[in-house]
């Protein structure tokens, strides 16, 4: 049995002036013959110079790019002389031995709240209903509640067509406006249940409204403690949201998530599964005035919100 024949070759790259330059260490890549049929083998350290590179953003390298693509890393690998030549499958598939994809990205916050860990804990052992060590009481509520702000009241120019075999909705794409509304929404953590209304803005003035009615609703008028999970959005921002809200109702007890912490705030859960759903495409039918809020919004979600409330008992 013989063994394939193989070439060497030598990695090289010619400056403008037709001498060699060489960047990187200059390993031999080698290959098994094409005439073989087998495919290049390459050294360890090429491996390593490869995921190095993906792993570095490209604007650092000077390239007008915003992330490497399977194509460009593989033009800058040949370019950069690590290889004479190589696939982009087998830069894949290198990447896909360690995850790497670097033509993907998330959005991200890092955590800037000094108090982030006993910030986050109160509001977390408040869902598990305890509060600073002892149980939530039977008279005693946890409530989220939020703003979902500038909702796009839209009248389409022609009337939107149902769905049909092979065919998606049709929603016309040109549109009047018909001004902007706020929904604010507060949500009973443990009675799955959801308050809201309909504000031309937000602010201090449209969530206080929210608060009372909710707080003079039974069983919260008569409660104990009712506690309600915020944000630190400038309508019920820091210690004088706290002093404000809680002088109004003595009852209520005002929790902050930590700064750029929303996501810990159960009400944007409903904000993104039912909100999103009910509103989207947006609409404003012609029968509705300018005037007031249509009555997709004027009693939003209440169907969602029954739904919603029979997937938290499910749970």
Request: charged share 25%; glycine share 6%.
């Amino acid at each position: 049995m013989t063994s394939s024949p193989r070439v060497w070759i030598r990695r090289a790259r010619s400056s403008a002036n037709g001498a060699g330059d060489f960047p990187w260490p200059d390993y031999p890549a080698s290959k098994n013959s094409l005439e073989a049929g087998a495919q290049p083998a390459f050294p360890p350290s090429v491996v390593v110079q490869v995921k190095a590179l993906a792993c570095e953003p490209p604007s650092q390298q000077g390239l007008p790019l915003a992330r490497w693509s399977v194509p460009e890393l593989q033009r800058e690998v040949v370019a950069r002389s690590v290889v004479a030549e190589i696939s982009g499958t087998t830069v894949w598939r290198w990447l896909s031995q360690d995850a790497l994809q670097p033509w993907r990205h998330r959005s991200w916050i890092f955590p800037r709240d000094r108090d982030f860990a006993a910030k986050a804990g109160r509001i977390l052992d408040l869902y598990e209903g305890r509060w600073e060590g002892h149980p939530v009481g039977r008279r005693e509520y946890v409530l989220c509640a939020d703003e979902k702000t500038s909702i796009q009241a839209r009248r389409r120019v022609h009337a939107s067509l149902p769905p049909a075999a092979g065919r998606p909705m049709l929603v016309e794409h040109e549109y009047e406006r018909a001004g902007a509304w706020a929904y604010l929404a507060a949500w009973d953590v443990h009675r799955a249940k959801v308050f809201g209304r309909c504000e031309l803005t937000t602010g201090i003035a449209p969530f206080e409204r929210l608060v009372a009615q909710v707080m003079r609703q039974a069983p919260y008028r008569s409660a104990r403690r009712v506690f309600w999970i915020v944000d630190n959005g400038s309508s019920h921002r820091g210690d004088r949201a706290c002093q404000r809200l809680e002088a109004r109702w003595p009852h209520l007890v005002l929790v902050h998530t930590p700064i750029h912490a929303s996501w810990l705030n159960q009400v944007e859960i409903y904000f993104l599964g039912g909100a999103t759903q009910s509103l989207d495409p947006q609409r404003y039918p012609e029968s509705d005035r300018p005037q007031g809020a249509p009555p997709t919004l004027r009693e939003p979600l209440r169907a969602r919100s029954d739904s919603i409330s029979m997937d938290v008992h499910a749970a």
